[in-house]
Every structure is written in structure tokens, then in C-alpha cells.
């Protein structure tokens, strides 16, 4: 069966300091991976989305970055913290044509 | 622009009796439509869905409602339970082109089920 990790479960760091989230799917081989941010709450904000190694698509104008280096891992970055980044953070996988998302069990992080 | 809208933030409902929670869409191109179950701190969960070719799905206590001509879904959990407590979330598919598919999300409804 496809599990999907995320890691840290939680994250508090300083405005202007670095940030790296990973994701990973096990059970599955060239899935489509996706990044989500749920901010105060309530909805779900797409931020990137891959259909394979190396291709990013950026879904917002934002201060994170995503990269896929492996055909199951998905990492979320950012060089420089913001307030506004604060938020929980969802990774989710489908299998290539399919509709249904599955997701991670998400990273909270707080930027002070 | 919101292209699939939960006009109810919250529901309230008692225990064994029906929740109905509703989703608006407004592009008639969406084909496929998805409900997720989010509990605080945790990943949405996969509930239910319904292609377009249909207007009724059921799987035990869940049931998914389309009605194409008013672009319009629900969710009907009967009977309710506590543990139904969550946000609820409706997703259409957007097929884009190269094959990759999308998820467009309402903002959700919260239901809290009283003992």
C-alpha cells in the first residue's frame, strides 16, 4: 500500500532564516506530488505541483521554491523565512491520470 | 475568483440525524468531483467522488449528490456521528493540458455533530 511522509511535523523558526520540508511517497512509482499551504484555518492554497523529476510548477508568486530530486521525494524550500509564510503545510500524491489527492499528515510552521 | 464555492462556513447537526453539506461550481468544464474530511493539525482524508457521468454516489453513510444543470454537489451523512466532527472539503478536477490534473477546493464547511 502508498504511504506518504512528511517531515518536521513541526517547525518554529525566525523570520529570515532558511527552510527546508520533505516529502515522501513509498509505495508508488512515478506519481504527481503537490505542495499545499492552509493558512488561518481554512482552505487549501496549491503552491507547487510536479509531474516528475525536475518538473516544478509554480502555482503562486511567493518567497518558497520546490525541487523533486528523486522520483518520491518533493521538498519545499525557502531562503528566507517571512511572517506570512507561517502556516501548515500539506503534501499530497496521485497517480499519474488519476483525480483523487492523498495527503501527508502535514508540517505546522510558525515564523516569529 | 472562486470557481467552486461552500456557501456555509459552519453546519450545525444532532447526532443520528442527516448532515448536508453543499458545493458550487461554476466551470462546466470540471468533470470529476471530490469530498475530503479534515480533522485540526491533520492531512484532508479522501471521503467520496462522483464523475460527472453520474448523479449519485453512495458508499455506507456518505452519499454524493450532482446536479450538472445547477453545477451544483452535496454531501449527505446519514445517520450523523460525534466523530463526523471535521471540515469538510469539495475539490473538481481540472484537466489541464499535458494530462496533469488539478484539484480546484472550496474553502469548506465546518460540521460539528451534537451528542
Known amino acids: 500500500s502508498q504511504t506518504i511522509h512528511q517531515w518536521p511535523a513541526t517547525l518554529v523558526q525566525p523570520v529570515g532564516s532558511p527552510l527546508s520540508l520533505e516529502c515522501t511517497v513509498e509505495?508508488?512509482?512515478?506519481?504527481?506530488l503537490y505542495w499545499y499551504r492552509q493558512a488561518a484555518g481554512r482552505g487549501l492554497q496549491l503552491l507547487f505541483y510536479?509531474?516528475?523529476?525536475?518538473?516544478i510548477s509554480s502555482e503562486v508568486p511567493q518567497n518558497l521554491s520546490a525541487s523533486r530530486p528523486q522520483d518520491r521525494q518533493f521538498i519545499l524550500s525557502s531562503k528566507k523565512l517571512l511572517l506570512s509564510d507561517s502556516g501548515f503545510y500539506l503534501c499530497?500524491?496521485?497517480?499519474?491520470?488519476?483525480?483523487?489527492?492523498?495527503f501527508g499528515p502535514g508540517t505546522r510552521l510558525l515564523v516569529l | 475568483d472562486q470557481q467552486v464555492k461552500q456557501n456555509s462556513p459552519s453546519l450545525s447537526v444532532q447526532e443520528g440525524r442527516i448532515s448536508i453539506l453543499n458545493c458550487d461550481y461554476t466551470?462546466?468544464?470540471?468533470?470529476?468531483f471530490l469530498w475530503y474530511k479534515k480533522y485540526p493539525a491533520e492531512g484532508p482524508t479522501f471521503l467520496i467522488s462522483?464523475?460527472?457521468i453520474k448523479d449519485k454516489n453512495e458508499d455506507g453513510r456518505f452519499t454524493v449528490f450532482l446536479n450538472k444543470s445547477a453545477k451544483h454537489l452535496s454531501l449527505h451523512i446519514v445517520p450523523s456521528q460525534p466523530g463526523d466532527s471535521a471540515v469538510y472539503f469539495c475539490?473538481?478536477?481540472?484537466?489541464?493540458?499535458?494530462?496533469?490534473?488539478?484539484?480546484?477546493w472550496g474553502l469548506g464547511t465546518s460540521l460539528a455533530v451534537n451528542p
Open positions: 510536479s509531474v516528475g523529476i525536475g518538473q
Open positions: 475539490a473538481a478536477s481540472d484537466l489541464e493540458a499535458g494530462n496533469n490534473r488539478k484539484l480546484i
Open positions: 499530497a500524491w496521485t497517480g499519474q491520470m488519476q483525480e483523487t489527492q492523498y
Open positions: 466551470n462546466s468544464m470540471f468533470d470529476y
Open positions: 509505495g508508488t512509482s512515478n506519481p504527481n
Open positions: 462522483i464523475s460527472s
